[in-house]
């Protein structure tokens, strides 16, 4: 695994610093979204979170910078979830949000609006609606494709792999065929990548149709965003015209079911700013 040294981190930060293009312009959009975030946050009685931008490098956490300063190895502004997941003994009951910058090993930087609900056994329902509410707010033209970890776990059983999820994330059916042993199992696969827009006999997908039923959230379940610690339901964000907005998915926490989603800034307010140049 590559860790950027000590001296060479903050060389490569200084680099990002100066080859911002308007910060001033990209500040003042971002600020009146995190405005509309917050406000609408506050009433759902979230609370704010102020995350460590650095932490100590766990095989837990995922994605952000890696470095080392010749003695220890962290990670510079790793996925949050993982790193509540992690430090899973100091969250019980919690609703929380947080605006958290992301920087990749290419050295890109976004910022990342999170929410998240712990120990709650509604916590998916919960997410949806507040997710649907915050993309309203700001007039969004957006779609939610939903999809199930445990509905492919329970078909592929040991035959499980990142190989397998990449196939399915590609839609490769050839490879697919290829790489499942069990005949009944490659036509399960196969047909259940034809599903997108049905609901489904799946007891999750049912009931966020009950008591949600909005037209912007399709079910596919060959949509698979996947990080390792989802649970069942994962979900991703998009615009009408097809730009990734953020994902989502939940999880385990204290053996209970928690849930949240990201989204990010930059796409938004591209979105947004497109909008009205349109207009």
Known sequence: ??????????????????????????SKRYSSVAKKFREIMYDENHYELFPQIISKYSNDLIKGLKYSNSKDFYLITPDI???????QKDFNDEKLFYIFPS??????????????????????????????????????????DISSVLIWKNLLKDEFSLKIIECIQKKNTNKLKNLIKDEKTKDNIISLLSKRGK???????????????????????????????????????????????????????NGNKSCGFNLSFDNITKIIWSDLNEK
Request: glycine share 4%.
């Open 199 to 253: 609901v489904l006999n799946y007891e999750p997908f049912k009931e966020i149709k009950n008591k949600i039923n909005d037209k912007r959230i399709i079910y596919d379940p060959s949509n698979f965003i996947y990080n390792d610690y989802y649970f069942d339901l994962i979900f991703e964000i998009y615009s009408s015209d097809g730009t990734i907005i953020g994902n989502g998915g939940n999880y385990i926490i």
């Open 81 to 87: 979830t993982s790193w509540i997941i992690k430090n």
């Open 1 to 26: 695994m590559h860790f950027l040294m000590y001296d060479r981190f903050f060389l490569s930060i200084l680099e990002v610093i100066y080859v911002k293009r308007d910060i001033f312009s990209c």
């Open 103 to 144: 920087v990749n090993n290419s050295l890109e930087t976004d910022y990342i609006f999170g929410v998240e609900i712990i120990n709650d056994e509604n916590a998916e329902i919960k997410i949806l609606n507040i997710l649907i509410k915050l993309l309203d707010s700001l007039k969004i033209n957006f779609f939610i």
